[in-house]
């Protein structure tokens, strides 16, 4: 009715950490129940030593992929409160010697180079067109080249039926009242991905996150 957000969600949990801590363990609810299915889809080559977790807060898609793949180490990039849930499930999955953390700012950490995939998971949603581009030129930056770049997020005109679609436009309506966020189509970030150089672009939805859809590219 004001047209003015009552607050931005993120700042606002961020300053409560009981609240940040209930909203990461809702988060690891769905990596734990999509989690198997994310690593088997995106279907990394078994030579891949390199894996970088933008704004990866719980980690627990990083330990899966590292699980799965023996020869993987991983980079969780996130703030400090992020930083801690995953260094909490690192030691829960006694990988301290794979997985590292990396407390930053995403705009201003260097991502470092040669990367064999990075996860922008839950992440473009927070972005315009503008920002986007700028998040995926940094990706295929640190990436080598044949790397991969990996985006979770809702998807508009990437999955089937009405409900589906339905809970799509809630999130959307959530994202922009409470954090300035928005929902993108998928011809929107085919573009991006072309611009910023990617290629062999592949769209996945996915049955254990309704209204989540994988976005696989590779570096040409």
Same mark, same amino acid.
């Given at each position: 009715?004001?047209?003015?957000?009552?607050?931005?969600?993120?700042?606002?949990?961020?300053?409560?950490?009981?609240?940040?801590?209930?909203?990461?363990?809702?988060?690891?609810?769905?990596?734990?129940? @999509?989690?198997?299915?994310?690593?088997?889809?995106?279907?990394?080559?078994?030579? @891949?030593?390199?894996?970088?977790?933008?704004?990866?807060?719980?980690?627990?898609?990083?330990?899966?992929?590292?699980?799965?793949?023996?020869?993987?180490?991983?980079?969780?990039?996130?703030?400090?409160?992020?930083?801690?849930?995953?260094?909490?499930?690192? @030691?829960?999955?006694?990988?301290?010697?794979?997985?590292?953390?990396?407390?930053?700012?995403?705009?201003?950490?260097?991502?470092?180079?040669?990367?064999?995939?990075?996860?922008?998971?839950?992440?473009?949603?927070?972005?315009?067109?503008?920002?986007?581009?700028?998040?995926?030129?940094?990706?295929?930056?640190?990436?080598?080249?044949?790397?991969?770049?990996?985006?979770?997020?809702?998807?508009?005109?990437?999955?089937?039926?009405?409900?589906?679609?339905?809970?799509?436009?809630?999130?959307?309506?959530?994202?922009?009242?409470?954090?300035?966020?928005?929902?993108?189509?998928?011809?929107?970030?085919?573009?991006?991905?072309?611009?910023?150089?990617?290629?062999?672009?592949?769209?996945?939805?996915?049955?254990?996150?309704?209204?989540?859809?994988?976005?696989?590219?590779?570096?040409?």
């Amino acid at each position: 009715q004001t047209g003015e957000r009552p607050y931005d969600f993120y700042e606002w949990a961020a300053s409560r950490p009981e609240l940040y801590r209930a909203y990461q363990q809702q988060m690891m609810m769905s990596a734990h129940n @999509a989690g198997a299915d994310v690593v088997r889809k995106v279907n990394l080559p078994e030579q @891949a030593k390199s894996l970088l977790d933008v704004g990866g807060a719980h980690g627990l898609y990083s330990l899966l992929f590292c699980q799965q793949h023996p020869n993987l180490h991983a980079t969780i990039l996130d703030s400090h409160a992020g930083a801690q849930m995953a260094q909490e499930n690192i @030691a829960q999955y006694q990988m301290q010697d794979r997985v590292k953390t990396v407390v930053g700012d995403l705009w201003q950490t260097d991502w470092g180079d040669g990367h064999d995939v990075i996860l922008l998971f839950n992440l473009i949603h927070h972005f315009g067109a503008e920002g986007n581009i700028d998040l995926l030129q940094r990706a295929a930056a640190a990436l080598k080249p044949g790397g991969r770049v990996v985006i979770l997020d809702q998807i508009v005109g990437n999955v089937m039926g009405q409900a589906t679609n339905a809970l799509i436009r809630l999130i959307a309506w959530q994202y922009y009242l409470l954090a300035d966020g928005r929902v993108h189509e998928r011809d929107e970030i085919k573009s991006w991905l072309v611009q910023t150089g990617f290629q062999d672009i592949r769209f996945i939805g996915l049955s254990k996150l309704p209204g989540n859809s994988l976005v696989i590219a590779v570096k040409a």
